[in-house]
């Protein structure tokens, strides 16, 4: 987990670089300390936002292959078919048929 961290501080950095960039192409000025001061909103606010979304990803990608909190491994099942099975599958080909056969006499 903080290896997950340490990596991630480049990458916010270098969004945060990305963010100042798009605010100084709207007009944004960056020239004094008071300027630098003033310009923390206008860019903590996207910053935050990009943040909060990465790491809801992260999180849900690190749930899908397996960290979370079970510790015991779980194994998929094999399916047979049960007797219920070959019912249904044989009820909806008479089904069929029989709508076939309707559909060619109407057409006769």
Do not use: H
Not at 21 to 48: C, H, V, Y
Not at 60 to 74: F, I
Not at 76 to 101: E, F, G, K, N, R
């Amino acid at each position: 987990l903080v290896g997950l961290c340490v990596r991630f501080l480049p990458l916010m950095k270098a969004e945060y670089i990305s963010i100042i960039d798009s605010q100084r192409t709207r007009g944004l000025k960056m020239e004094s300390a008071w300027d630098n001061l003033k310009a923390i909103l206008p860019t903590f606010m996207p910053f935050l936002y990009r943040a909060v979304r990465r790491s809801t990803e992260t999180a849900l990608a690190m749930e899908l292959r397996g960290y979370g909190r079970s510790k015991t491994r779980t194994f998929s099942s094999s399916l047979a078919m049960q007797p219920y099975d070959i019912a249904l599958i044989t009820a909806m080909l008479l089904v069929i048929i029989l709508s076939l056969a309707i559909r060619m006499t109407a057409l006769i």
